[in-house]
C-alpha cells in the first residue's frame, strides 16, 4: 500500500521552519517502511533548494510558480472567491498537489489539517481511499466540513477531544474515527540533561536561581494565554522575589518579526523589572535544554488545546506542568499526580497559587517530575504513536484492500 500525506499550505517538510504538525509528519515519513510513504508540502527557500531529504519521500509544490501557471491559464480572469483570505494561496497549492498526486498515484492520500481539501480531491481522485488526520479543530462553520464528512474513508485525531467534539457533530462518523496520540523522543527530552552543561550556560545566562525558574514555550499569541501569564508572574514575584519567567517562542513558526500584540507583551514586562525573558524562537533541537533549565512549565491556554505536545516535552523532560483545563491537556495532566491543572487559565491568582506551590516545594516537584516522566515514557513515546499509526494502516488496508 502507498500512502501519500498532504500537508497544509503554509510550512515545509522537512521541517525547516519549525511547526508541530510538520515535526511529527517528517518523523513519520522517514521512520515507516510500511506501507511505502512520500509527503507533499510547500516549497521553501529555506529548504536551500535541496528538496531537505530523499526525493521518493519529500515532494514539493512551488506556490508562485503554480499561481504564474493558473493566472496566464485563466488569461487574467481569476474567480473573485480567489480575494478572500488565504483562498488564493490553497487553490494554487491544491493545484501543485494535484499534479504531483498523479505522478505519486497512491493508494491512500492522507490530508493533514485541511477538511477544506477533501472535496476537492475526492473529486479529483474518485477512486483513491481518503484519509483526515486532524492535529487542531476544523471550522465547523465551513459548509464544506459536511462534505468531506461524508467522503471521507476514516478520520484520525490526536486526541480524545478532538474526536469526541467532531463525533458531536458528525455522529454518522463514529466507526471510522480513530485516536493517535502525539509522541516525544524521550532520548531527546530527558531529565538528564538538568545537570548539563548546555542548561547550565542557559541558567547562567538568564541569571535563573533554583527553584525560581517558570518556562514557557510555544507562538507568542492570545489563545496560549500568555498575558494572563504575565499578569500571574506580577503575583509569583510578589511572593518569591527571585523568581522569572522565560518565554520560549514568537507569534509565528521560526518568525522573528513581532507583531502588536507580542509588542504589548514587552510592555508589560517591562514594568516588572527582569521578571520576564523573552528568547525569540528557538531551533527544536535547543528546546530541550530550557526544559532541563526550568522548574515548573507554564501552559495556561485559553482555547481548546487540540493536544498540547509542549505538555509531554516538559513531562519528559522531568518538569512538572501547571497547565489550563483546556481541550486535550486533561487527557495528558494528572492533577497533583504529575501536575497542576487550572479551572480557568484567566485567573492569575489561582494560575500564580500553582507556580509557586512547586517552586517552593523542591520534593513535590521531584515527585511530580519522576511521575510525568514515567508516565510519558509509558504512554506518550514517539515509538508508541509510530506503533499505534502502523496497526491503524495494517487494519486499514486490510479492510480496503
Known amino acids: 500500500m502507498r500512502v501519500t500525506m498532504v500537508n497544509a499550505e503554509w510550512l515545509p517538510i522537512p521541517p525547516v521552519l519549525g511547526g508541530a504538525v510538520e515535526q511529527t509528519l517528517y518523523e513519520t515519513a522517514t521512520a515507516v517502511r510500511d506501507p511505502v510513504l512520500s509527503v507533499i508540502s510547500p516549497w521553501s527557500r529555506a529548504l536551500n533548494g535541496e528538496g531537505g531529504g530523499p526525493s521518493a519521500i519529500f515532494h514539493h509544490v512551488h506556490i508562485s510558480e503554480q499561481a504564474l501557471r493558473v493566472r496566464e491559464a485563466l488569461e487574467g480572469e481569476m474567480p473573485s472567491i480567489l480575494d478572500y483570505r488565504g483562498a488564493a494561496r490553497c487553490f494554487y497549492y491544491l493545484n501543485g498537489v494535484t499534479d504531483l498526486?498523479?505522478?505519486?498515484?497512491?493508494?491512500?492520500?492522507?490530508?493533514?489539517?485541511?477538511?477544506?481539501?477533501?472535496?476537492?480531491?475526492?473529486?479529483?481522485?474518485?477512486?483513491?481511499?481518503?484519509?483526515?488526520?486532524?492535529?487542531?479543530?476544523?471550522?465547523?462553520?465551513?459548509?464544506?466540513?459536511?462534505?468531506?464528512?461524508?467522503?471521507?474513508?476514516?478520520?484520525?485525531?490526536?486526541?480524545?477531544?478532538?474526536?469526541?467534539?467532531?463525533?458531536?457533530?458528525?455522529?454518522?462518523?463514529?466507526?471510522?474515527?480513530?485516536?493517535?496520540?502525539?509522541?516525544?523522543?524521550?532520548?531527546?527530552?530527558?531529565?538528564?540533561?538538568?545537570?548539563?552543561?548546555?542548561?547550565?550556560?542557559?541558567?547562567?545566562?538568564?541569571?535563573?536561581?533554583?527553584?525560581?525558574?517558570?518556562?514557557?514555550?510555544?507562538?507568542?499569541?492570545?489563545?496560549?494565554?500568555?498575558?494572563?501569564?504575565?499578569?500571574?508572574?506580577?503575583?509569583?514575584?510578589?511572593?518569591?522575589?527571585?523568581?522569572?519567567?522565560?518565554?520560549?517562542?514568537?507569534?509565528?513558526?521560526?518568525?522573528?518579526?513581532?507583531?502588536?500584540?507580542?509588542?504589548?507583551?514587552?510592555?508589560?514586562?517591562?514594568?516588572?523589572?527582569?521578571?520576564?525573558?523573552?528568547?525569540?524562537?528557538?531551533?527544536?533541537?535547543?528546546?530541550?535544554?530550557?526544559?532541563?533549565?526550568?522548574?515548573?512549565?507554564?501552559?495556561?491556554?485559553?482555547?481548546?488545546?487540540?493536544?498540547?505536545?509542549?505538555?509531554?516535552?516538559?513531562?519528559?523532560?522531568?518538569?512538572?506542568?501547571?497547565?489550563?483545563?483546556?481541550?486535550?491537556?486533561?487527557?495528558?495532566?494528572d492533577h497533583g499526580v504529575d501536575g497542576l491543572l487550572v479551572d480557568d487559565p484567566k485567573d492569575a491568582g489561582a494560575l500564580a497559587r500553582s507556580i509557586v506551590e512547586l517552586m517552593e516545594d523542591s520534593e513535590r516537584r521531584r515527585e511530580m517530575g519522576d511521575a510525568a516522566r514515567r508516565k510519558v515514557v509509558r504512554r506518550f513515546t514517539r515509538a508508541n504513536r509510530l506503533r499505534r499509526l502502523q496497526a491503524f494502516y495494517r487494519a486499514f488496508e486490510a479492510r480496503f484492500f
Open 101 to 333: 498526486l498523479k505522478d505519486l498515484d497512491p493508494d491512500v492520500i492522507q490530508v493533514h489539517n485541511r477538511p477544506v481539501f477533501v472535496p476537492y480531491l475526492l473529486r479529483q481522485f474518485p477512486e483513491k481511499r481518503m484519509v483526515l488526520y486532524m492535529h487542531n479543530e476544523p471550522d465547523y462553520a465551513d459548509p464544506r466540513l459536511d462534505e468531506a464528512a461524508e467522503g471521507l474513508h476514516h478520520l484520525v485525531f490526536v486526541s480524545r477531544f478532538l474526536a469526541d467534539r467532531f463525533v458531536s457533530r458528525f455522529p454518522g462518523c463514529a466507526s471510522r474515527v480513530s485516536v493517535i496520540h502525539n509522541g516525544v523522543d524521550v532520548d531527546v527530552w530527558h531529565p538528564g540533561l538538568k545537570q548539563g552543561p548546555e542548561t547550565e550556560e542557559i541558567r547562567e545566562r538568564h541569571g535563573l536561581r533554583p527553584g525560581r525558574t517558570a518556562l514557557f514555550v510555544g507562538r507568542t499569541v492570545v489563545e496560549k494565554g500568555i498575558h494572563h501569564l504575565l499578569e500571574a508572574m506580577e503575583v509569583v514575584r510578589r511572593r518569591l522575589p527571585g523568581a522569572k519567567l522565560m518565554v520560549v517562542g514568537s507569534p509565528f513558526y521560526g518568525a522573528v518579526k513581532a507583531g502588536p500584540f507580542l509588542e504589548r507583551l514587552r510592555q508589560r514586562a517591562a514594568q516588572m523589572g527582569d521578571a520576564v525573558v523573552f528568547t525569540g524562537y528557538v531551533d527544536r533541537d535547543r528546546t530541550p535544554y530550557y526544559y532541563a533549565a526550568a522548574d515548573v512549565t507554564a501552559v495556561p491556554s485559553t482555547w481548546g488545546e487540540p493536544f498540547g505536545k509542549v505538555v509531554i516535552e516538559s513531562m519528559a523532560s522531568g518538569t512538572p506542568v501547571v497547565g489550563s483545563r483546556r481541550g486535550a491537556i486533561p487527557e495528558i495532566v
